[in-house]
């Protein structure tokens, strides 16, 4: 089925450093949606984006749906420790019946 | 109201026994799946059920495991003749509809010995 890839595997920063993480697909996308688990958690949805060059925010993440339809980025201003898990994207699979994950990107956030 | 539900939270089993795995969707999801979660690594799709009917099994990585949800709410994970690389955290997600999105329950965690 279809994948979807992510880049950083690993991302580590000073609290007060902003962070990105990206994700990719060979194929065009429906939607793509937002993820993240705490250490120790389960997968707790953060947001779905729809529309080519979609751009949503939530505090400080902000989230973009590429004009494609084929790469998305989650952008952290200013990480704080609460920011600390791994986020994980995930697409439509290639017969559009569920969503297929990433491998996630694990942020770790130095106080 | 009430989240996901799975139980067992932890499952240890030794090699080659027989586990089920339970999981109590929010009421009214019509929308269920499955992932089997190893460490370090993201969710990886196992089945996806639109009410009673698995609509999609192709994560099923061979035929000792299998699923059922007979009446289009709970759900069993069943895996025959355990082995040790069935050792993950087993996830279930519903969702209100297909490619909605979904809420996870907390896991359970299989150790096969």
């Known amino acids: 089925g279809q994948q979807v890839m992510q880049i950083p595997q690993y991302q580590h920063v000073q609290e007060g450093e902003d962070f990105t993480t990206y994700c990719n697909s060979s194929?065009?996308?429906?939607?793509i949606q937002w993820y993240k688990q705490r250490p120790g958690g389960h997968p707790v949805f953060l947001i779905q984006?729809?529309?080519?060059?979609e751009v949503k925010k939530q505090k400080r993440l902000t989230f973009q749906f590429g004009e494609a339809k084929k790469n998305s980025s989650l952008h952290i201003t200013a990480t704080q420790t609460t920011d600390v898990g791994t986020y994980f994207c995930?697409?439509?699979?290639?017969?559009?019946?569920?969503?297929?994950f990433g491998a996630g990107t694990r942020l770790t956030v130095k106080p | 109201g009430a989240g996901v539900s799975q139980t067992p939270s932890n499952k240890v089993t030794e090699k080659g026994k027989y586990v089920e795995l339970r999981c109590d969707p929010i009421?009214?999801?019509?929308?269920l799946y499955w992932y089997r979660q190893s460490l370090g690594q993201g969710p990886e799709f196992l089945i996806y059920?639109?009410?009673?009917?698995?609509?999609?099994d192709s994560g099923l990585p061979n035929d000792r495991f299998f699923a059922v949800r007979p009446e289009g709410s709970v759900s069993t994970l069943k895996i025959q003749r355990t082995e040790r690389g069935d050792s993950a955290v087993y996830l279930c997600?519903?969702?209100?509809?297909?490619?909605?999105?979904?809420?996870f329950g907390p896991g359970t965690r299989l150790t096969v010995l």
């Open positions: 997600a519903s969702s209100p509809q297909q490619l909605d999105t979904q809420y």
């Open positions: 194929t065009t996308l429906s939607n």
């Open positions: 984006l729809v529309k080519s060059g």
């Open positions: 995930a697409g439509p699979s290639d017969n559009n019946n569920d969503m297929r």
């Open positions: 009421s009214g999801h019509t929308a």
């Open positions: 059920f639109q009410g009673t009917g698995a609509a999609d």
